[in-house]
């Protein structure tokens, strides 16, 4: 099946500073790209929709400024944390739309775990 | 509304048998697609079934199985002869081609396989 990389797995980082996580599609190429963010004991929900060279698409109630996101490439999208804080803390999750034995579907990558001090 | 409702927040099962789990919908769509995905410990989303809106027969996958009941708008999932790794979160998760085709994830529920 379609492989999604995560990176870095897990991080920790001081309040204030700024945090890129990398998103890749291994073996196959992904127009769209989705992030995530899931806190303890709780669903995902949805953050922004990325597409390979357009401006990403932010759920609302998501800061655009806080949560950049690139996605130069057709295997490459980034989420940057921006001056983060305690309560950015949590677990990130991008998946990528591609083929699988049931038709097109969505793979998830093994996340990122952010952790603010 | 929700979207997606899963009711059972948490269940055991004994291993080797078979469980099911619950999972509704919402939508006004008549084109979508229903997912299941299983999360262990280590948080990775697998993806284990899919259930377009068209389509005519139930999927199954191995052990999985989807029990799609389209004018109850239910897609349970069924995991047949439960095993140990089995326990994990199982999400269910509905992908609107109105909404851009983007998956709403439904609370999860958690299952326990006990030996």
């Known amino acids: 099946g379609a492989v999604v990389s995560q990176h870095p797995s897990w991080v920790i980082c001081k309040s204030g500073t700024s945090v890129k996580i990398e998103c890749r599609s291994l073996?196959?190429?992904?127009?769209?790209m989705f992030w995530y963010r899931q806190f303890p004991k709780q669903s995902l929900m949805l953050m922004a929709t990325?597409?390979?060279?357009?401006?990403?698409?932010?759920e609302q109630g998501v800061e655009k400024d806080k949560f950049l996101i690139n996605h130069a490439s057709l295997t490459l999208s980034t989420l940057t944390v921006t001056s983060a804080h305690p309560e950015d803390s949590s677990f990130y999750i991008c998946?990528?739309?591609?083929?699988?034995?049931?038709?097109?579907?969505?793979?998830f990558g093994p996340g990122t775990r952010l952790l603010v001090l | 509304a929700q979207k997606i409702t899963q009711t059972q927040p948490g269940m055991f099962v004994q291993e080797k048998e078979a469980v099911t789990l619950d999972c509704t919908y919402d939508?006004?769509?008549?084109?979508?697609?229903l997912f299941w995905y299983k999360q262990p410990s280590s948080g990775e989303m697998i993806f284990l079934i899919y259930?377009?809106?068209?389509?005519?027969q139930n999927a199954t996958e191995g052990r999985y199985s989807l029990n799609f009941q389209k004018a109850r708008k239910s897609a349970n999932l069924v995991i047949s002869a439960s095993q140990l790794g089995d326990s994990a979160m199982y999400f269910c998760?509905?992908?609107?081609?109105?909404?851009?085709?983007?998956?709403?994830f439904g609370g999860g529920t958690r299952v326990l396989v006990k030996p």
């Open positions: 998946s990528a739309r591609g083929s699988g034995p049931s038709g097109e579907t969505q793979y």
């Open positions: 073996d196959f190429q992904a127009t769209t």
């Open positions: 990325s597409n390979e060279g357009s401006k990403a698409t932010y």
């Open positions: 939508t006004s769509d008549p084109s979508y697609g």
């Open positions: 259930q377009g809106s068209y389509d005519q």
């Open positions: 998760a509905m992908r609107e081609r109105a909404a851009g085709n983007k998956l709403t």
